[in-house]
């Protein structure tokens, strides 16, 4: 087991830990918060696979490539596994524990399975990622589409960039709350993160608790 494995590893045991903690009530609220975030996922999705997904399958999965999954360290953060645990079943988390807990070549991604990504949801940084050579064939024909793709960066920020109260913030909160702790808190951790809270806080668009 590599480092990136192991951090990944005590991230997911931390979420599934104070998960199994709550009550099913407790559990259910929690879900409840991600229904606008599960909309938008749902809604870029449909984009991706709609626009680039005869592409991306052409160019990069057939032939193995995978281009966006071949670094062994992607970033995760811990709302990412909060989100993915909270919405995957047993069987999905076991295969997720499987891959953390066995040797890594470090040649791609160790969630990359034969069948794809093992992430029911998968890390918000994968999801909004397209290389350059695909959104070149692909806005330069659609040019709508590029517009189409801005809204929807734009509004991952509303989930995850903390100049205002966001969801990636708020479940860290949450998990922060009944004492759990981890390195993958960026938004509780990150120097620049931080700084972006402060900021928002003395423009007030952040009250003094976050
Ligand atoms: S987590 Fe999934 S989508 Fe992201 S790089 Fe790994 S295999 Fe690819």
Known sequence: MNDY?????????????????????????????LADYLDFRRRTGRFLSQYFGHLCNMKCYRNRLSACCSKD????????????????????????????????????CVYLSESGCLWRLKPIVCEMFLCDAAMREVFLRKPACENAWHRL?????????????????????????????????????SPGLLMVKKKAREKGNLNHER
């Open 5 to 33: 494995q192991e951090e990944q590893l005590n991230g997911l045991n931390a979420v599934l830990t104070y998960l199994n903690a709550m009550s099913d009530d407790q559990r259910e609220n929690l879900r409840a918060t």
């Open 153 to 189: 960066l734009e509004e991952k920020k509303s989930f995850t960039w903390p100049d205002r109260p966001v969801l990636f913030d708020t479940l860290e909160q949450a998990f922060m709350d009944l004492g759990c702790d981890s390195p993958l808190m960026y938004l509780h951790k």
């Open 73 to 108: 360290g992607i970033i995760t953060f811990f709302a990412d596994i909060a989100i993915n645990a909270l919405i995957s079943e047993e069987r999905e988390l076991s295969s997720l524990f499987r891959v953390l807990e066995a040797p890594s070549n470090g040649f791609k």
